[in-house]
């Protein structure tokens, strides 16, 4: 099992930042590739952000290039999602998830997920 738990969801104007962090515990932790999805009301979860397990590889939705880094710290068991330049239509909750492959992860059938924090955008 690995339990995930993430943070720094918040408020904050368009063209704003926010750092999210996702704690990972309970496995080894650079076993895992991550991810980051997002899920706005009355949307479908979708993709936003995947990192392999070294953390040689980051992948982004296209909506977020440019804007959003992904990263990650072994030795702290902590991924982390940068996220700059903040438009109102970023806003949704923000999961984080977890998986040996990188693929299953970013097609969004990661075995392990987190229970959310929110991200809202005001314009």
């Known amino acids: 099992q690995v339990q995930l738990v993430e943070s720094g969801g918040g408020l904050v104007q368009a063209g704003g930042s926010l750092r999210l962090s996702c704690a990972a515990s309970?496995?080894?932790?650079?076993?895992?590739?991550m991810g980051w999805f997002r899920q706005a009301p009355g949307k479908e979860r979708e993709f936003v952000a995947g990192?392999?397990?070294?953390?040689?590889?980051?992948y982004y939705a296209d909506s977020v290039k440019g804007r959003f880094t992904m990263s990650r710290d072994n030795a702290k068991n902590t991924v982390y999602l940068q996220m700059n330049s903040l438009k109102p239509e970023d806003t949704a909750v923000y999961y984080c998830?977890?998986?040996?492959?990188?693929?299953?992860?970013?097609?969004?059938?990661?075995?392990?997920w987190g229970q959310g924090t929110q991200v809202t955008v005001s314009s």
């Open positions: 998830a977890a998986d040996f492959g990188s693929r299953t992860v970013i097609t969004g059938k990661a075995d392990y």
């Open positions: 309970g496995r080894t932790f650079s076993n895992y590739a």
């Open positions: 990192i392999s397990s070294s953390g040689g590889q980051t």
